[in-house]
């Protein structure tokens, strides 16, 4: 179990995946990047994640920028 401190640093949710590796006898975890790919829609291009991802609520964006203007 990863400790809430450091889950709520993180922004980790439950079901987020995770790779975990052993380096130095030290454990390292880090949420894996999400592969995506570029879509040209009739107004721009858009990129489109290659596997399911939630939906993204203004609350989330709100969230988002307090945590990365503090």
């Known amino acids: 179990m990863i400790p809430k401190a450091a ?3 993180l922004d ?9 590796r052993v380096v130095d006898h030290r454990i390292e975890i ?3 990047v999400t592969s995506m790919r570029l879509v040209e829609h009739d107004h721009g291009v858009a990129a489109v994640a290659d596997r399911e991802m939630p939906v993204l609520t203004a609350e ?10 503090r």
């Open 7 to 9: 889950r709520d640093e």
């Open 12 to 20: 980790l949710m439950p079901g987020t995946e995770l790779e975990l």
């Open 30 to 32: 880090e949420v894996p």
């Open 60 to 69: 989330m964006v709100r969230d988002t920028l307090e945590h990365v203007r």
